[in-house]
């Protein structure tokens, strides 16, 4: 089974400032197979990124995802008010279990 | 659009039984793979199990291998998830998810999620 170590647990920013977050695996990911989502409080997760840095339809170009092996980036570029919630990272590079990182939480400062 | 409308949560008593329902609409049922998800509450989210779009291939997390079965009627375009053996450590929000692709070998990531429905495992 592969863990995913997100870092920070919590990022605490101001709206417009850069957010950079990290997801490392406890072994290579299989063609880059990794996804970023994003959680509302009461809501269900929404697919961000797939594919380490394809963004899914309708998400917004200041969501970008990068790495590759163990070690992948979910940056937002500059934060709007609605960014604020915890994100999570999951991979897919291998039959089941498929596993997600504890999540990151970004709070505004 | 994409809907997925999950039912049949509830308060259940530790070793009971639970069937959770998802209908799906908006979308080919029959192409897409489907997962349920779990969340304890305050926790993070653990992939429970996935069917492959035909019904052939069901995977299973650790946590639920033999007590929970996975299940689809494409007919209807609904998704099922028989819970067994309940135990506290079940008490979570189900989301039923819509893989990317028809998940054959079960590897995939969720593209569309549902609302959740809550289970409560207690006496």
């Known amino acids: 089974e592969i863990v995913l170590t997100q870092s920070p647990g919590t990022l605490s920013l101001s709206p417009g400032e850069r957010a950079t977050l990290s997801c490392r695996a406890s072994?290579?990911?299989?063609?880059?197979?990794l996804a970023w989502y994003q959680q509302k409080p009461g809501q269900a997760p929404r697919l961000l990124i797939y594919?380490?840095?394809s963004r899914a339809t309708g998400i917004p170009d200041r969501f970008s995802g990068s790495g590759s092996g163990t070690d992948f980036t979910l940056t937002i570029s500059r934060l709007e008010p609605e960014d604020f919630a915890v994100y999570y990272c999951?991979?897919?590079?291998?039959?089941?279990?498929?596993?997600f990182g504890g999540g990151t939480k970004v709070e505004i400062k | 659009q994409v809907q997925l409308v999950e039912s049949g949560g509830g308060v259940v008593q530790p070793g009971r039984s639970l069937r959770l329902s998802c209908a799906a609409s908006g979308f080919t049922f029959i192409t897409y793979g489907m997962h349920w998800v779990r969340q304890a509450p305050g926790k993070g989210l653990e992939w429970v199990a996935v069917?492959?779009?035909?019904?052939?291939?069901?995977y299973y997390a650790d946590s639920v291998k033999g007590r929970f079965t996975i299940s689809r009627d494409n007919s209807k375009k609904t998704l099922y998830l028989e819970m067994n053996s309940l135990r506290g450590e079940d008490t979570a929000v189900y989301y039923c998810?819509?893989?990317?692709?028809?998940?054959?070998?079960?590897?995939?990531?969720?593209?569309?999620w549902g609302q959740g429905t809550l289970v409560t495992v207690s006496s």
């Open positions: 999951q991979q897919y590079g291998r039959s089941p279990p498929l596993t």
């Open positions: 072994q290579s990911v299989s063609s880059n197979y």
């Open positions: 594919g380490a840095s």
């Open positions: 998810a819509k893989d990317r692709y028809g998940a054959a070998a079960g590897n995939g990531f969720f593209h569309h």
């Open positions: 069917i492959s779009y035909d019904g052939t291939n069901k």
